[in-house]
């Protein structure tokens, strides 16, 4: 059961990965594109919840530890849901700057 939060954890550092993309090379190639003050704070928001997401693995990892395996279903659940979320959100602003909509 460990290894889904492992999965997760990366997952969530892959979104990371997704946003520092959207913020220097998509804001930095293209200076006529750059990001709107919403749409940084966005960026920001999912790397935050990324963070918060990898944070929620490894409480959870060591809840089981201590014989919570119940609680940890279900913030792997909603971790991957959030994932979910923020992969979509990156890839619409990433389509965005792509045709020209500054974010």
Request: aromatic share 12%.
């Amino acid at each position: 059961m460990q290894l889904i939060y492992f999965i997760v954890g990366g997952v969530c550092f892959y979104v990371l990965w997704q946003c520092g993309h959207v913020w220097l090379v998509l804001d930095a190639a293209n200076p006529h594109r750059r990001l709107t003050h919403f749409a940084q704070h966005q960026v920001v928001l999912i790397a935050l919840s990324a963070l918060f997401c990898i944070g929620l693995c490894v409480v959870t990892v060591l809840s089981q530890e201590c014989g919570y395996g119940a609680l940890g279903r279900w913030w792997a659940m909603f971790d991957v849901f959030v994932c979910i979320i923020m992969l979509a959100q990156l890839k619409n602003l990433k389509l965005s700057l792509s045709v020209g909509r500054h974010g």
